[in-house]
């Protein structure tokens, strides 16, 4: 089941909202937990186990932990830390880079990572054990951001868990940040995606230089707004329910460097590594050499993590080159230079990392770079990119100003002018939002493409 569904929206939802508002204190946590059980089963039945099963594996490690912690142990609880941490990493493994013709647990690499820090926080002591185990499956399951993040780490909504107030205010928020992220990966990224299956397999003589720049391009877009909506209906959803998740993007195709799209794409990933690999490895307390090293492992994770395919793990280690590059040789020099020509840089270097990432198959890849950059084809453009451009202009504009902060900062500026109060800019936005529903609505009842990029990682 995803968000952007007429399942999920006219019936799975306000089913939860209704047994959630009407069951008491005590047992809305369990009625997350179930209904998100319901939620995954939903799709996958057979892994219903399997999520069980990650539950009670977390939830019992902890609690011994915590325990031998508590009684000095601390080589037995570095057991239990260490069982924690073979069976999460031996299930993802299993399922995801073991080669066997299995159909893969969505949201696997979100949910792994996710309880998996839970028992090493546990361990450094940096959040406190549960043992209410609705209340730790409640965590684990979480339907709002169990399948494609954020990745949120217990500590984060621990107090949450135990008390949480839900008022007007609240909902509201959370209602218009699930609307925006439904319009943006329904209107948006599924119609720019439709866009990128026309030219994804032209690859070779059949494709020109504009027509790989558009498909790419398209590729680049339809991902933005596909993940990022997602996450914009998880946090939305996660405040109707009282719950605070963080951040996962921050107008990523604003960077001015691969350093600075790092700290603004798929932030919850970005931050996971950094605690859980960069810093236990040294970060860069450990000498110039070491912390290349430690650049290094986390770059090649980081690709690894998105499967199993080699052209992620040569994404990840293509970002981690440019960034020790960045660090070592020209990142200073870069940033002197004017704002555009860093706004260039960056798209330019996205956009390749996006070629990568695209293709499983590692011969497209370089057949696909080659007609980017017109290497042994000197077709230009054809008549059929003029009229691909031509027939999408008004949606590539909407798309690239739709992924900068450029339409936040105009309607700030106008509730400054005219008061956040102010009726008519009420009724404007409760009109605008209302219309990204019922258009969203229109074309998931009409039509048949409607994937999620982010469900096989």
Not at 195 to 221: R, T
Not at 364 to 369: D, E, P, S, V, W
Request: glycine share 8%.
């Amino acid at each position: 089941m995803v968000f952007s569904s007429l399942l999920f929206l006219f019936l799975f939802l306000p089913a939860v909202i209704f047994f959630y508002l009407i069951a008491p204190k005590k047992g809305k946590n369990l009625v997350l937990f179930l209904m998100s059980l319901l939620f995954y089963a939903w799709g996958e039945p057979v892994y219903f186990v399997l999520m069980l099963f990650s539950t009670g594996v977390d939830y019992v490690n902890g609690l011994l932990v915590d325990r031998y912690l508590n009684e000095g142990k601390k080589r037995k609880a570095q057991m239990a830390l260490t069982a924690s941490i073979v069976i999460n990493l031996g299930l993802l493994g299993f399922f995801k880079y073991s080669g066997l013709d299995l159909p893969l647990p969505i949201g696997i690499s979100f949910y792994t990572f996710q309880t998996m820090s839970y028992t090493i926080d546990v361990y450094r002591r940096q959040t406190t054990v549960q043992k209410n185990i609705i209340d730790f499956g409640a965590y684990v399951t979480l339907f709002p951001q169990l399948i494609a993040g954020p990745i949120v780490r217990y500590q984060t909504i621990a107090d949450e868990l135990k008390e949480r107030t839900i008022n007007s205010t609240l909902m509201a928020e959370g209602i218009t940040r699930f609307l925006i992220g439904l319009g943006k990966k329904v209107i948006l990224a599924n119609q720019i995606g439709i866009l990128w299956e026309q030219y994804e397999n032209q690859i070779g003589s059949e494709l020109s230089v504009l027509g790989a720049w558009i498909g790419i391009s398209a590729f680049a877009f339809q991902i933005y707004f596909d993940f990022s909506g997602y996450s914009d209906m998880a946090i939305g959803l996660g405040k109707l329910f009282g719950f605070h998740f963080p951040e996962n993007f921050h107008y990523p195709y604003e960077a001015k460097s691969m350093t600075d799209f790092w700290r603004r794409w798929h932030i919850s990933l970005g931050t996971w590594f950094k605690e859980y690999v960069y810093i236990p490895l040294g970060g860069n307390r450990v000498g110039f050499a070491k912390q290349i090293r430690n650049i290094a492992i986390v770059w090649i994770l980081t690709g690894i993590w998105h499967g199993a395919s080699l052209n992620f793990m040569y994404w990840g280690i293509y970002f981690g080159i440019l960034l020790i590059l960045e660090k070592l040789c020209y990142g200073n020099a870069l940033r002197k230079l004017p704002n555009l020509i860093q706004h260039i840089y960056g798209i330019l270097f996205i956009w390749i990392g996006w070629t990568i990432f695209a293709f499983e198959e590692e011969g497209k890849i370089g057949l696909f770079l080659k007609n980017m950059f017109g290497i042994g084809n000197h077709t230009l453009f054809t008549n059929d990119d003029i009229y691909a451009l031509l027939s999408n202009g008004i949606l590539f504009l909407i798309l690239m100003i739709g992924c900068t902060a450029f339409p936040k900062k105009i309607w700030c500026h106008i509730q400054k002018r005219f008061g956040e109060e102010n009726a008519i800019l009420y009724v404007i936005e409760q009109l605008f939002l209302i219309g990204i529903f019922f258009i969203s609505v229109a074309y998931l009842v009409e039509a048949t493409y409607n994937p999620f990029l982010y469900f096989r990682f």
